[in-house]
Structures are given as structure tokens and as C-alpha cells.
């Protein structure tokens, strides 16, 4: 005789929008024509170093991992898009050396995380209960920013979404890339957060 157990939840953050795990983003993936109704939408599957930007001259590029996956050619070149006037949404709590060196922007990280983190956006606070980075910017130029959102450790407010103009063009950077997975995808709350994010 042997008993049935549930499957264990895979916890992986992949980020992947392929995948249904909780830290996939599949949710948010089929959500994106409803969030930019007259896009038309481009999974990018090739390597981005040697990506096609020429054929997309303005449009919005949308990264979001809890560790930087590219080279330095990489980040160049989606840099060169914005600056030559196309977007990009660039979600990560980890410092990425190219954005660093360029745009003279850094990330810290809380020393002491909690079981929560509050979040907000427009006006709107929200609050994070699990996978998060509890990070946020130290370093920016604020002559060339502006800060769409917070987060608050120990009572202390600090900017955690901005929006860097570069050139002729423009990139949302934020802290929290785990709010746009399947785990919050699913909870009304915070979906609201995503809708007030990319609106």
C-alpha cells in the first residue's frame, strides 16, 4: 500500500514567461495585450546581444529577473535603443554593472527583511508577503529622474520605481521584479499594483 501526497510547490523564480510556477510569468504575459491594447506584442527568444533593435525603433522593452542574464554587449545595446527614443522596463534588485556605469544608477538592498514589505504607486500602498528584494535606489541623477513609487523599511520612505530619461528616450527601473510573477498575479490586491505600474 502506498499513500498520495501533493506535488511539493516549485518554487524556482524563473521569471520565464512560459512558465505557470508561482515565479514564472505567465499570468502577466497573457495579461500584456490587455494592459497595451493597440501594441502589437514581440517575445524576444533569440540571445539580445545581435537583437534586431533597428526593426523597433521605438518601441518598449520589458526585462524583469531577480539576477542580471546579460552580458555587457547586451545591456549596451538596449541602453542605444533608449537612447536613440525607444523604453524599456527593467525590473531587478540587483545592481547592473552597465546601468551603473552609464547612468550612475545603484541598488541597496534592506539589511534586515521582515515577513512584509510595503510597496506603493500612484498614491496607492500595497504590501509585498513573500519573495521580494527589499531593495531600492541609492544613486540616481535626480536632474534626469522621477520617482513613480516607494518602498518603506523601519518607517523610512525610499524610491524604488523611477523613470530615468536618456537620451530620446526613456527607462522605468524598478526594485521588485516578484510582484509581476504568478504568485501576485493571482492576488487581486496586488495586480492592481502591475495595472498602476505599466500604466
Known sequence: FTGCSDQPVNWTPTFDSAHSLPYGTSILR????????DSKIKDIKEEIEGFDWYSYPNDHYIYMDNIDRYSEEGWQDILYHVFEGG?????????IPELEKTLGVQIVKFPKLKENLPIEVKNKKYNLTKGFEGAYFTHFDED??????YTTMDGKKQPNFIKFYYGEGYLLLHTEPYVFTNYYMLKNDISNYVVDAFS
Do not use: C, Q, R
Open 87 to 95: 523604453s524599456a522596463f527593467i525590473s531587478t534588485g540587483e545592481n
Open 30 to 37: 497573457k495579461e500584456i495585450p490587455e494592459l497595451f491594447p
Open 144 to 149: 534626469y529622474a522621477e520617482v513613480l513609487g
